[in-house]
Structures are given as C-alpha cells and as structure tokens.
C-alpha cells in the first residue's frame, strides 16, 4: 500500500476542513482509504495523530462486524491514544489497520478523530 499522491487527492481547502471536522465530535464526513490517509499524512505533518477511526462498508453505513479495523479505544494495552498520545505511534496503528482491512477484502470508508499530542484539539 503505497503513500497516495496529494496531487491526486483532494484541494488543501478541503484537507484543512477535514482537519478541522476531525476535532469536532462527530469527526470527519465518510473518507476512502486513500483519503483517510491523506488525512492522517497531513495531520501528522502538524503534529496530529489519529485518536479515534471509524470503519464502515460503503453499502451500509454502519461499523463492520470486525472492529479490528477501527481505532475506538479497544486495541491493546499501550497501542490506544490515551496510553501514549504519539502522532507517529498512532499513525503506525492507523496503516496497520488499513492494510489488515485490505488483506482481508474489506473496502470500507472512515471517519477520522485527530489530536495533539499535547492533549489539545
């Protein structure tokens, strides 16, 4: 899974306005992979880690049964952001849980939650 080109993605207006969605509480509009993560990319180059995702297929708007391939505060001790509030640790957690969506055949959307490592947003 290769880093996706922002030339192809979406204008910066519309990163900086899922940025500013994703510190809100009901987060980001429904995002493609790639889109997420030019998200989180973007995200990171502002100190800004993934803190919660939602995963969902395209045809139901609703969480896959497997919750695996979100990021809600359940993964293992030390990998949820409240244990290490890292950008980069995060953004780790976040490819993971693409690419194990995507070895298993899943095509699912995102919604995307960011802070700052410092706690703020």
């Known amino acids: 899974?290769?880093?996706?080109?922002?030339?192809?993605?979406?204008?910066a207006a519309t990163l900086a306005?899922?940025?500013?969605?994703?510190?809100?509480?009901?987060?980001?509009?429904?995002?493609?992979?790639?889109?997420?993560l030019l998200l989180a990319l973007y995200a990171l180059e502002r100190g800004e880690g993934v803190s919660m995702m939602e995963a969902a297929s395209y045809m139901l708007h609703e969480p896959p049964r497997d919750i695996?391939?979100?990021?809600?505060?359940?993964?293992?001790?030390?990998e949820n952001w409240e244990d290490h509030r890292d950008p980069r640790r995060a953004f780790v957690l976040f490819r993971r849980k693409l690419r194990d969506a995507e070895r298993s055949g899943a095509r699912l959307q995102y919604k995307l939650w960011l802070s700052r490592a410092d706690g703020d947003g």
């Open 1 to 11: 899974m290769g880093r996706p080109s922002q030339g192809d993605g979406p204008a």
């Open 17 to 36: 306005a899922w940025l500013e969605a994703a510190h809100g509480g009901a987060g980001t509009p429904w995002l493609s992979r790639d889109e997420a």
């Open 68 to 78: 695996g391939w979100e990021i809600i505060g359940a993964d293992l001790p030390g």
